[in-house]
């Protein structure tokens, strides 16, 4: 995390170079005009959730306050260890809560980032924005339907900025990757891909004699809290695929197990999905947490080529053949052969009348530049104070997080209750 190579203005620079990065992606054009504001107005953070995602995010935010003007000025967390090593990192400088409202509460605070467990996402940033505070607030947006549309409804009638950690949209490969596509050069999207294997089994330590905070500790792994694989991992990929695809599903398929981790959870360890669009298009999902070999990837499949955004690569379906080397002398002395026509028999080149469709191999090409070190979990949250300076949402972002937050619920409830979901009325946005 202290070898940070390039910044935000580096990238924001490149992106105001090319010109079509900034016209297309409306965060980045507010990112570029925040280089040209007065920072001398102190913008004033408090961060709500601080386990292990919230003091990543406290380090950022500390990391930042000198070079954009901001300042963590209160942490809460009703969790005691999490509540000390706040107090810690902050080096007593922040005042500490065990109690949200007390954070909404204060006048001085502009912006509040919450990295709770998923379960409390919607009435915290519910209160908030009400309370007349922006947000920022981790993926994905909450539980069930009723809370993300209340989480939206809220954002809309208040008009302050309601930012969900989407890191992917600050990430330059996945911008890049969205250029590609919008320009035509892999073609007609036909298929999507995505997956995000594992091999562990999410279980955390309970502190010795506390077993009453196996639900505290553990919430990832109970539905009450979470849907665990589908949004702590999904709903990121999710959100790769509506906006590659510049629209959202119609449908959704799948089904989910426990087939590995017999302790007890609630939540699937083994996930598949299916998600259609009206065009025909599908995106294919799975997950586990007992085989990490594959990795994660998101794979966008067109006519023309293939993006795979995680290790940064464009495959052509018809990439311009390498220059020849001149041949053997052996195989020219065949050659004139032939042509004079020393043999009379046809030669057997190949004994096979069928090739199979094997996987076409390739080093492929690299979509975008992105040096070591570039931390879009870092930029995103730049982006963040850009817009609460602004003052107003930033066209695009808050969306993204919503309508992956929508499919990874439906997502679950196809699974849960193995049939098709569609889209429910109520929870499309006017």
Not at 9 to 30: C, E, H, N, Q
Not at 317 to 333: F, H, S, T, W
Not at 337 to 344: A, E, P, R, V, W
Request: glycine letters at 6%.
């Amino acid at each position: 995390m202290n070898n940070i190579k390039i910044t935000r203005r580096d990238f924001v620079g490149k992106a105001i170079a090319s010109g079509a990065l900034i016209m297309a992606y409306p965060w980045l054009k507010v990112m570029a005009e925040d280089q040209a504001m007065d920072y001398s107005r102190k913008v004033k953070v408090g961060i709500i959730g601080v386990g292990s995602r919230g003091l990543l995010l406290l380090h950022y935010l500390t990391e930042l306050s000198e070079s954009i003007n901001i300042e963590v000025v209160a942490v809460c967390d009703n969790y005691e260890p999490h509540y000390q090593r706040a107090i810690e990192r902050t080096s007593g400088k922040a005042k500490a809560f065990y109690d949200y409202q007390k954070v909404i509460e204060m006048d001085e605070i502009d912006a509040i980032v919450i990295a709770t467990p998923l379960f409390q996402h919607a009435h915290i940033t519910v209160d908030a924005l009400k309370a007349g505070k922006h947000v920022f607030c981790e993926k994905a947006m909450a539980r069930n339907l009723e809370d993300v549309k209340r989480m939206a409804d809220t954002h809309y009638s208040t008009g302050k900025v309601l930012q969900i950690g989407h890191q992917r949209m600050f990430d330059p490969r996945y911008l890049k990757a969205l250029e590609l596509v919008n320009a035509g050069e892999i073609g007609r999207i036909t298929q999507m891909r995505a997956y995000w294997h594992r091999n562990n089994d999410w279980r955390r330590p309970l502190p010795e004699g506390k077993p009453e905070l196996e639900r505290k500790i553990n919430w990832r792994l109970y539905k009450e809290y979470s849907c665990g694989l589908m949004t702590e991992l999904a709903s990121h990929q999710i959100q790769v695929a509506n906006w590659l695809k510049n629209t959202q599903p119609i449908s959704v398929m799948g089904t989910g197990s426990i087939n590995y981790w017999n302790d007890g959870r609630e939540v699937y360890d083994n996930v598949a999905l299916i998600y259609s669009y009206e065009d025909g298009t599908k995106f294919i999902y799975d997950s586990m947490t007992s085989n990490r070999h594959y990795g994660l990837e998101e794979q966008i499949m067109g006519d023309k080529g293939t993006l795979e955004m995680e290790v940064n690569k464009k495959y052509l379906e018809n990439p311009p053949p390498p220059p020849d080397p001149p041949p053997p002398a052996g195989i020219v002395q065949l050659m004139n052969d032939i042509q004079s026509g020393l043999f009379n028999d046809a030669i057997p080149l190949t004994n096979s009348s069928w090739i199979p469709e094997l996987k076409v191999e390739g080093n492929g090409l690299s979509i975008a530049e992105r040096e070591d070190g570039f931390d879009e979990s870092k930029v995103q949250l730049e982006a963040f104070i850009a817009s609460v300076r602004k003052g107003v949402p930033t066209t695009g972002v808050f969306e993204q997080g919503y309508w992956a937050s929508v499919w990874t619920l439906l997502g679950q409830q196809a699974m849960d209750e193995d049939r098709i979901i569609i889209l429910p009325n109520e929870m499309k946005l006017s």
